[in-house]
């Protein structure tokens, strides 16, 4: 079973960038980015497919990249321009090659001043 494991979370004020990173334990095909914040469902924030293809929320276009490297399953979300209102858990998503969704287990992105 492939384990995904984030970091790069952290306290950071409103206007600056952060960059969190997944880790595969193997392979994967698909590949996303979600957050969930108090109180709230856990949403979308952006997802790429192996190819490269990649979509966005709209809460967060323009403002966040996410990006991958095949080669030593990781996969990245640049986020700049950070707001109080984008504080919540990220969660990395990534489909296996047999089609089964894997959690990480989430990190803390506060965004406050």
């Known amino acids: 079973q492939v384990q995904l494991v984030e970091s790069g979370g952290g306290l950071v004020q409103p206007g600056r960038s952060l960059r969190l990173s997944c880790v595969a334990s193997?392979?994967?095909?698909?590949v996303a980015w979600y957050r969930q914040a108090p109180g709230k469902e856990r949403d979308l924030v952006a997802q790429?497919?192996?190819?490269?293809?990649?979509n966005y929320a709209d809460a967060v276009k323009g403002r966040v990249t996410i990006s991958r490297d095949n080669a030593k399953n990781l996969v990245y979300l640049q986020m700049n321009s950070l707001k109080p209102e984008d504080t919540a858990v990220y969660y990395c998503y990534a489909e296996t090659w047999a089609g089964l969704g894997v959690w990480g287990q989430g990190t803390l992105v506060t965004v406050s001043s």
């Open positions: 790429m497919n192996y190819h490269g293809d990649r």
């Open positions: 193997g392979s994967v095909n698909n």
